[in-house]
């Protein structure tokens, strides 16, 4: 279903740019967003949905140094959406999510041959247990002192919708202990397991003194993004080939505001959703404009009440679990606008 979204996503690429000519971008020189990547698994060619093949990788690598592309820490990254300061043109992140041990073996070493800087988030009780798929501490502690930056993503990667407040809060404060004993301070940044998060979970982290939180769904993070749902675009094997990372490397976030509804979790009575936003008036050519819920096949029904209000339909219901909805549209020097949202449906089956 989602390759063959993408796959109806990169013949639009193809035949819209004679529309994206005609479109005036936001920006010259830079921009108020950022794409941030999210990999798992680097040469685990057994495990597809996480992995990205090494060739892939260094495509990746390449095309990040030679395309024009600025490629920022994180964390620099992060100050700048919270100030409102200016990012240059085409700014990418790079995250790794779960301290596997292929991250240490192949993909930082590449990654520090190139320069280019990364941040690992890590859940800690695979490292404390030992396990030979992932990382040691020794190895994080190397990592880190070659300028490595490590993120918060709890202790025991728990699903913490279904988990709940209070259970997730001792998970997290289990993974702070932890460390602060191998590392000596608990990481500001934080990235949701599974990319799950609701209002309550949202504010639990705020409390706990986080600088801002991560999810997985695809979009850049701008300025009016919210610090604590922050988008990333999940890169595996099947998703990298170079289509589509210029794709997505290449987009700028969608300037919205007044999204409904702000709360991801949607219960029956609610589903599917009555989704929409406003697009701020410096975006011309909305007519271009198309959203792809995750389970459909095909785009939905847009629904304009004004020039700048999209509502998107469909009939439809979400199915239980994770879902998402991407909305994209040219924007202008080749590349695109790209916003995306994340919607969970109570009930389905934990992975």
Not at 46 to 54: A, D, V, Y
Not at 89 to 100: M, R
Not at 103 to 114: D, H, I, Q
């Amino acid at each position: 279903m989602i390759q063959r979204l993408m796959h109806r996503l990169l013949g639009l690429f193809a035949t819209a740019m004679l529309i994206n000519s005609l479109v005036v971008p936001t920006a010259t020189g830079q921009d108020q967003s950022a794409v941030v990547l999210l990999y798992h698994r680097f040469g685990e060619d057994n495990l597809p949905s996480t992995n990205i093949k090494l060739d892939q990788f260094d495509a990746h690598i390449e095309e990040l140094k030679t395309g024009g592309y600025t490629v920022m820490r994180l964390s620099d990254v992060v100050d700048r959406l919270k100030s409102h300061t200016p990012l240059p043109e085409k700014t990418v992140v790079i995250t790794v999510d779960d301290a596997y041990k292929s991250v240490f073996t192949e993909g930082w070493p590449r990654l520090k041959a190139a320069e280019l800087p990364l941040t690992l988030f890590i859940s800690t009780d695979p490292v404390d247990e030992n396990n030979p798929n992932y990382m040691s501490w020794d190895n994080i502690r190397q990592l880190q002192s070659e300028g490595v930056d490590i993120g918060h993503h709890t202790a025991s990667h728990l699903h913490m919708i279904y988990e709940g407040k209070e259970t997730s809060r001792a998970d997290i404060e289990k993974a702070s202990a932890r460390f602060t004993a191998e590392l000596g301070s608990v990481p500001e940044l934080f990235a949701y397991p599974y990319g799950e998060y609701d209002p309550g979970l949202k504010d639990t982290v705020i409390t706990m003194g986080f600088k801002a939180a991560f999810a997985q769904y695809s979009g850049p993070a701008a300025h009016w993004s919210d610090l604590f749902s922050l988008p990333r675009f999940p890169v595996n094997e099947r998703f990298g080939d170079m289509n589509r990372f210029r794709l997505i490397a290449g987009t700028r976030a969608l300037p919205v505001d007044d999204i409904t509804p702000l709360d991801p979790v949607i219960t029956d009575d609610k589903n599917p959703p009555v989704f929409g936003f406003t697009v701020d008036t410096t975006v011309n050519g909305l007519s271009a404009m198309a959203c792809y819920p995750s389970h459909l096949g095909r785009a939905a029904e847009l629904v304009r009440p004004n020039d700048n209000r999209m509502e998107v339909r469909f009939d439809e219901p979400f199915p239980r679990g994770r879902n998402r909805i991407n909305c994209t549209m040219p924007a202008g020097d080749g590349r695109w606008y790209w916003m995306g949202r994340f919607f969970y449906v109570p009930g389905g089956t934990l992975d």
